[in-house]
């Protein structure tokens, strides 16, 4: 044993000058080295160090932006249609003809619909062009340009000239008019992908705000006054909770019929079981503090003690509910216009506008792409913002 | 514990209770009949629906009549389709969402919670940011657009499977994924975090100091006391499970509970949202209990008591 350790053993130069005592300050002992922090400045600064949280709340805050400038300044309307322009994809390939006196004539093939639209040099779709002849039978059409002869085979999908020679692509070009393209009945995907998002998150702010209110009257409530009346209100809770809710928000829609506030209003009335839960657990321990009782001595009234003292103590973990309400709200509003209960048309939520997309999926499948990335980035952005509040604000991981 | 599953079962019936005179009622307050149609029915044969339907009755009679209905469990007639119960339209759809939810139930189990333990298990490293980068995915995508681009990809293009219908036993698999995909990432997500923490407690230490063996230490100390949470939203998912059906059940075109129940809210036909509303509550309501009553089995140092004062 010991032979080993000697083995192992290596020799260590120490330096003269650290064998000296070391010398009590008094001052230097009460120095405090870090800057000292409160709570919600410590909060600040681990939200800031983190990174998808942060990503999170940029996207949110620019989404918010988009969806209240947005639409003022697209060209489009949600609601303005223009059925010769349905279903024109936000990029395609471009061919070009010649006639013999010059003039080029530059358009696109669109396969869903089987029809060439004329775009202008810039890039913008000047307008559909009429087949000079349709033979159903051979199913084939063909477009005059001067004196040139396009014939389009719709089985087969080609573009040739008459003598049977097939048309050459010209490059890729990004639709000008409609930078999304236009959905079924010819309105711009931009301008309603972005009127969607103003009600989206119009009714998952406003629902999330109602239930916010409810959740904390009820829940401070029921924490605050104990006993008796929390026994009852909280059973009450229960029996809420046990409630399929998504059952309730159909049924609420079905009696006030489809449309914005009703979804505002469906949304809004059932989903604050959560947040009284949370409320009322703070409030019961909350209550107990010493300052409760100083205010109570000084002759502080139950609501005064209650929106003074006991919520703005307990605003954290209310906070991350709160970010984590808004995202099921978008869930739940585009769940709703899904299965038809939702906003009604022509106004758009991203809701709509996927069922919409799935209607043409078949021959359009691209256009579900947009409303379908819109819900679940915001899903991603809220989430990822939850996750981060809920970290920042938990006082065991405080360093 | 006995009094415990009795107060729990007074509860149940209490909010039964609760459901059906809140639906019934919900039911009754929108604006219109039930054969209020485009079509103007002649006031006599008006006046012979109302009769045998019992309409024309006083509300609370209505109410009554209709609350004996539910306890002899007979929900009563549809009002769009001639000739059918409410109870005929539950049976010929329960099947098909019985066995679509529950297959979707044990993908959930079955993928959720090895996914997370595998996981917790290798944190920081690729298995982790793997299962953690699909399960994020899989939380922020609505169900309905895994299903619509799940269909279209592999029935529609690959043609692996059917467009619709459960003829061919490959018809389960789009449905029961995209009824799954959200509940898989959540269970994953969850069954991470609270392996994770319970990897930290101090009886894993003394366990593997009292010299176990690592799967012993692993299993039975490990995974018994991180799976408490897991169980604990199982009730809340077959719930979701149930309801999620609506849309994937329509986008599939399978003639389940939740397609019935959204072309009853279509045709407004009252008696069938009421009734299905009713069942899928009172489904739901089991479901929870029994869920609840599995926490006894897991976690011995849970001891349920009926509010001891």
């Given at each position: 044993m010991t032979d080993r350790m000697t083995d192992q053993t290596v020799a260590i130069e120490i330096a003269p000058e650290m064998w000296v005592p070391a010398t009590r300050d008094g001052a230097a002992a009460e120095y405090i080295a870090a800057p000292s922090l409160t709570f919600w400045q410590d909060v600040r600064k681990r939200l800031w160090a983190n990174k998808p949280a942060m990503l999170g709340l940029g996207f949110i805050i620019l989404l918010v932006l988009a969806a209240i400038f947005g639409p003022m300044l697209?060209?489009?309307?949600?609601?303005?249609?223009?059925?010769?322009?349905?279903?024109?994809?936000?990029?395609?390939q471009t061919y070009a003809v010649t006639d013999s006196a010059g003039a080029t004539t530059r358009f696109f093939f669109n396969s869903g619909n089987?029809?060439?639209?004329?775009?202008?040099?810039?890039?913008?779709?000047?307008?559909?062009?009429?087949?000079?002849?349709?033979?159903?039978?051979?199913?084939?059409q063909q477009f005059k340009f001067g004196d040139r002869e396009v014939v389009l085979d719709t089985a087969k999908q080609q573009l040739s000239f008459a003598d049977g020679a097939a048309l050459a692509p010209g490059g890729w070009q990004w639709n000008m008019s409609n930078l999304l393209g236009t959905d079924q009945l010819g309105r711009d995907v931009l301008a309603r992908?972005?009127?969607?998002?103003?009600?989206?998150?119009?009714?998952?702010?406003?629902?999330?705000?109602?239930?916010?209110?409810?959740?904390?009257?009820?829940?401070?409530?029921?924490?605050?006054?104990?006993?008796?009346?929390?026994?009852i209100m909280m059973r009450i809770v229960e029996v809420i909770s046990t409630i399929p809710l998504t059952l309730y928000v159909i049924l609420i829609m079905v009696v006030f019929n489809s449309g914005f506030l009703s979804v505002v209003l469906a949304i809004g009335s059932v989903y604050w079981v959560d947040m009284a839960r949370i409320v009322r657990g703070q409030i019961l321990t909350l209550k107990q503090q010493d300052y409760v009782a100083a205010a109570r001595t000084m002759g502080a009234s139950t609501p005064r003690?209650?929106?003074?003292?006991?919520?703005?103590?307990s605003v954290g973990p209310i906070l991350v509910t709160l970010t984590m309400l808004i995202p099921s709200a978008i869930f739940i509003e585009s769940f709703m216009?899904?299965?038809?209960?939702?906003?009604?048309?022509?106004?758009?939520?991203?809701?709509t506008l996927t069922s919409e997309a799935v209607e043409t999926l078949r021959a359009y499948p691209y256009q579900l792409f947009f409303p379908a990335a819109a819900i679940s980035l915001t899903m991603f952005a809220f989430n990822f913002l939850g996750d981060g509040l809920r970290d920042a604000l938990d006082p065991r991981l405080r360093t | 514990m006995t009094a415990y599953v009795v107060q729990r079962l007074l509860l149940m019936l209490v909010t039964l209770f609760a459901i059906i005179t809140l639906t019934f009622f919900l039911m009754h307050a929108v604006p219109g009949g039930p054969f209020t149609s485009e079509k103007m029915l002649q006031p006599e044969i008006q006046a012979a629906l109302n009769a045998k339907y019992h309409l024309d009755d006083p509300l609370w009679l209505q109410y009554l009549n209709y609350l004996r209905g539910v306890l002899s469990l007979d929900l009563g007639p549809s009002f769009k389709y001639a000739g059918m119960s409410v109870n005929e339209i539950i049976a010929e759809g329960l099947p098909v969402t019985m066995k679509t939810g529950a297959l979707a139930l044990i993908c959930v189990v079955a993928l959720g919670v090895p996914l997370g333990i595998v996981a917790a298990l290798n944190r920081n490293r690729w298995p982790d940011t793997l299962v953690m980068v699909i399960a994020t995915i899989g939380v922020a995508v609505p169900s309905y657009v895994i299903a619509t681009v799940a269909l279209y990809v592999f029935a529609l293009r690959l043609g692996w499977v059917p467009t619709f219908g459960l003829d061919d036993w490959r018809g389960y698999f789009l449905p029961v994924f995209a009824l799954s995909g959200f509940w898989i990432s959540f269970i994953a997500r969850l069954a991470r975090s609270s392996l994770l923490e319970t990897l930290?407690?101090?009886?894993?230490?003394?366990?593997?100091?009292?010299?176990?063996?690592?799967?012993?230490?692993?299993?039975?100390?490990?995974?018994?006391?991180?799976?408490?949470?897991?169980?604990?939203?199982?009730?809340?998912?077959?719930?979701?499970?149930?309801?999620?059906?609506?849309?994937?059940?329509?986008?599939?075109?399978?003639?389940?509970?939740g397609r019935h129940f959204v072309l009853s809210i279509t045709n407004r036909d009252y008696t069938a949202i009421m009734g299905i509303t009713i069942f899928y509550a009172a489904v739901l309501m089991v479901m929870i209990f029994i869920v609840d009553m599995l926490y006894l089995v897991l976690d011995p140092r849970i001891k349920y008591r009926a509010d001891a004062k």
């Open positions: 697209s060209r489009h309307t949600y609601f303005e249609q223009d059925l010769k322009l349905s279903n024109v994809p936000p990029l395609f089987l029809n060439l639209y004329e775009v202008t040099p810039s890039g913008e779709v000047a307008g559909l062009l009429r087949p000079a002849k349709k033979d159903l039978i051979k199913k084939q992908q972005l009127y969607g998002a103003r009600i989206s998150l119009t009714v998952a702010f406003v629902a999330t705000l109602v239930n916010f209110f409810i959740g904390v009257f009820y829940g401070g409530l029921a924490g605050y006054l104990g006993g008796k009346a929390d026994t003690i209650l929106v003074r003292h006991l919520l703005p103590n216009s899904f299965i038809g209960l939702g906003v009604t048309p022509p106004e758009a939520s991203w809701g | 930290q407690q101090d009886y894993m230490m003394t366990a593997k100091a009292k010299g176990l063996k690592r799967g012993t230490v692993l299993f039975k100390h490990g995974l018994r006391n991180s799976l408490i949470p897991v169980v604990t939203v199982l009730g809340p998912v077959v719930a979701n499970l149930l309801t999620g059906s609506f849309v994937i059940e329509q986008i599939f075109a399978l003639p389940g509970i």
